[in-house]
């Protein structure tokens, strides 16, 4: 069965750069049908999509994170990432990584992390 | 970018009750249109996609409908673990791909 976790700091300082990382057991992120993606959720409000990979190196963003986004993949460890800079309080959220499937929609969700951004 | 309208945001219901909550999409999205349901302190979980098919595992009392611009979800009989935030997203596009901004079914 298909298992996401996110992992990484809980706490950021403004202007700095957040990072996390998602590791995915039970299937392997190598896999041609599937794209790999980060959403986040503000505490008490919407889901908003982040962006997503293909190992192949295929990268879909959010124009709306003006460039902020940098996500990779790490074939070695299962494992892809993202990083966002120059954060601000707007930032703060709930982290998740999950799977778009072969159907294109997100079939598999990490737990969440809570990611806050106060200095 | 496509944006995704619900209705309603808050809807109160009571076990055993039908209810549809409703999602309108900017443009026509080919039916590309998933539902997730989100518990409390929960990762969402997709219940519907391309619009009209059940997830596996989903119950049967969910049930979505709608095309081109206009799309429901439908709970025929309400449970109790059904009352949570229900979310659509359209991914006719992941240029991006957006979500509704939720509708919160409370018991009444």
């Known amino acids: 069965q298909l298992q996401l976790q996110e992992s990484g700091p809980g706490l950021v300082k403004p202007s700095e750069t957040l990072s996390l990382t998602c590791t995915v057991s039970g299937g392997s992120i190598s896999s041609a049908s599937y794209y790999w993606a980060w959403i986040r959720q503000p505490p008490g409000k919407g889901l908003e999509w982040i962006g997503s990979?293909?190992?192949?190196?295929?990268?879909y963003d959010n124009p709306s994170l003006k460039s902020r986004v940098t996500i990779s993949l790490d074939t070695s460890k299962n494992q892809f990432s993202l990083r966002l800079s120059s954060v601000t309080a707007a930032d703060t959220a709930i982290y998740y990584c999950?799977?778009?499937?072969?159907?294109?929609?997100?079939?598999?969700w990490g737990q969440g992390t809570l990611v806050t951004v106060s200095s | 970018d496509i944006q995704m309208t619900q209705s309603p945001s808050t809807l109160s219901a009571s076990v055993g009750d039908r209810v549809t909550i409703t999602c309108r999409a900017s443009q026509s999205i080919n039916n590309y249109l998933a539902w997730y349901q989100q518990r409390p302190g929960k990762a969402p979980k997709v219940l519907i996609y391309k619009a009209s098919s059940l997830e596996s595992g989903v119950p049967s009392r969910f049930s979505g409908s709608g095309s081109g611009t206009e799309f429901t979800l439908t709970i025929s009989s309400l449970q109790v673990d059904d009352f949570a935030t229900y979310y659509c997203q359209q991914y006719d596009s992941y240029s991006p791909t957006t979500f509704g901004q939720g509708t919160k079914l409370e018991i009444k």
């Open positions: 999950a799977r778009r499937g072969s159907r294109y929609y997100l079939d598999s």
């Open positions: 990979i293909h190992y192949s190196g295929s990268i």
